[in-house]
């Protein structure tokens, strides 16, 4: 019998300064930030199914992804395109086959958002 669930609740991303990437991150989701960091070096994000826990202890230049671990869900990818672009945040790509898009946070890590 395996032990393990198939699921997958977490995903780690490494940055340099917790409190700037807990501001970053609570304000393109849209989230209340709170003061609680987890040993000092963690911020967990919940969102609907997967949580996104902001590390700043694992953060070095060979950490920062270079390519998306996990996409954000979309129902309208022009709108959110527009969404990250009225951000101010750095794009990679424009709109790839009307699905989906890429970008980078603070710290260089690559993130995607795609259409459901």
Same mark, same amino acid.
């Given at each position: *019998?395996?032990?393990?669930?198939?699921?997958?609740?977490?995903?780690?991303? @490494?940055?340099?300064?917790?409190?700037?990437?807990?501001?970053?991150?609570?304000?393109?989701?849209? /989230?209340?930030? %709170?003061?609680?960091? @987890?040993?000092? %070096?963690?911020?967990?994000?919940?969102?609907?199914?997967?949580?996104?826990?902001?590390?700043? /202890?694992?953060?070095?230049?060979?950490?920062?992804? /270079?390519?998306?671990? #996990? %996409?954000?869900?979309?129902?309208?990818?022009?709108?959110?395109?527009?969404?990250?672009?009225?951000?101010?945040?750095?794009?990679?790509?424009?709109?790839? #086959?009307?699905?989906?898009?890429? #970008?980078?946070?603070?710290?260089?890590?690559? *993130? *995607?958002?795609? /259409?459901?």
């Amino acid at each position: *019998m395996n032990p393990l669930n198939n699921k997958i609740t977490a995903v780690f991303i @490494p940055v340099k300064n917790i409190e700037k990437a807990r501001d970053w991150y609570c304000d393109l989701l849209d /989230k209340e930030p %709170h003061d609680d960091f @987890p040993g000092g %070096h963690l911020y967990v994000i919940e969102l609907d199914g997967l949580n996104v826990v902001l590390d700043s /202890k694992i953060h070095r230049e060979e950490t920062i992804l /270079k390519t998306p671990a #996990f %996409h954000f869900d979309t129902d309208n990818i022009e709108v959110a395109y527009q969404y990250i672009e009225s951000k101010g945040v750095e794009l990679l790509s424009d709109i790839q #086959f009307g699905h989906f898009f890429t #970008f980078k946070d603070l710290d260089g890590n690559h *993130m *995607m958002v795609c /259409k459901r």
